[in-house]
């Protein structure tokens, strides 16, 4: 194909991406989404999130639309967002994108940049979820040659894994990966990171940044309905800063030849450890209310008083029937 069919390709072939954020301030919630269009009837991906923090709002639309993709991703992995509504919205994307009709009709105002057909398409999706008749909806098209798509989306996924990898600071088997993750937070009870110790376990999550990274997490089974669960890790080398500023970088061990890696700045910071009795939980198994080793002898501690109880009471009522029976005779 020569360079004059391949610009004509990528013209005709141009992809479509809609980038918006709003808020409706009586409700305190404020949300991003990005749609791209993969041809007329279907989209490429989508992608929104809603919360109560402010500076979600903060992205303009006009920004490029890694700067959306990373944005959006960033708040849903910190946990800063709406979980219930954010579900809700997402749902609420497949559902129209399901309907040829109307994402035709979407499709044809964003070619046409017909901004105000497709603002009341969008405000009506939205609304549907949100529920304020004075929502604020900002959007901005932005249109990329295919080729051009394929090397942003190539540059994004490749720092994905070069974060999911967790660079050369710690060397593991070349069979094994690391993964990024996130610990729990603890401010009453946990350590202080500057206490933690090479054995500790804490309870940390895998964050779903990456193809990667969700393999593993459906992997070990830690993904329940759309939520991310966490699971122990055991910390196997940390490496401190000498500066009173300079990060921590922490290893942990998930499950054999699967390592999670995190960086922590606030060197205060509590870290909350790994407790079966409470946590209950390890790579692969459902979560449970103890841990099994500690859950069987309990059960059956309590099989065993039930017997002898029903024993007990059996006798009581023998001896209670002789007594009546007794009574009866004597008269």
Not at 124 to 145: G, P, Y
Request: proline share 4%; hydrophobic share 40%.
């Amino acid at each position: 194909m020569s360079q004059d069919q391949r610009d004509y390709q990528d013209i005709r072939d141009t992809i479509l991406m809609v980038k918006g954020r709003f808020k409706a301030t009586s409700l305190n919630l404020y949300g991003q989404f990005m749609l791209v269009f993969k041809n007329e009837s279907q989209f490429e991906s989508f992608n929104a999130v809603i919360s109560t923090y402010s500076d979600l709002y903060n992205l303009e639309p006009h920004e490029d639309w890694t700067r959306y993709r990373e944005q959006i991703a960033n708040v849903k992995w910190k946990g800063n967002f709406n979980k219930t509504m954010t579900a809700s919205i997402m749902d609420q994307f497949k559902k129209f994108s399901e309907e040829m009709n109307s994402i035709s009709l979407l499709h044809s105002n964003v070619s046409d940049y017909d901004y105000n057909a497709m603002d009341i398409i969008l405000f009506d999706l939205i609304n549907r979820i949100v529920h304020d008749k004075n929502l604020v909806l900002e959007t901005a098209i932005q249109e990329l040659a295919p080729s051009e798509y394929q090397a942003s989306l190539g540059a994004v996924e490749q720092k994905d894994e070069e974060e999911t990898a967790g660079g050369d600071d710690f060397k593991v088997d070349d069979d094994s990966v690391i993964l990024p993750v996130k610990p729990i937070v603890a401010p009453v009870k946990g350590k202080p990171i500057y206490e933690l110790r090479v054995g500790d376990r804490l309870m940390v999550y895998i964050l779903p940044q990456s193809d990667r990274a969700n393999y593993f997490i459906d992997l070990l089974n830690l993904r329940e309905e759309k939520e991310v669960l966490p699971t122990p890790a055991e910390v196997i080398d940390i490496k401190a800063g000498t500066g009173k500023n300079n990060p921590t970088d922490i290893l942990t061990l998930i499950s054999k030849g699967i390592y999670g890696k995190f960086t922590e700045t606030e060197k205060q910071v509590k870290l909350k450890l790994y407790n079966p009795a409470e946590d209950g939980r390890a790579p692969g198994r459902k979560k449970t209310g103890v841990s099994p080793s500690a859950a069987g002898p309990e059960q059956e501690e309590g099989l065993s008083f039930s017997k002898g109880t029903m024993v007990m009471l059996s006798l009581l009522l023998v001896i209670l029937i002789l007594f009546i029976v007794l009574i009866f005779l004597s008269w």
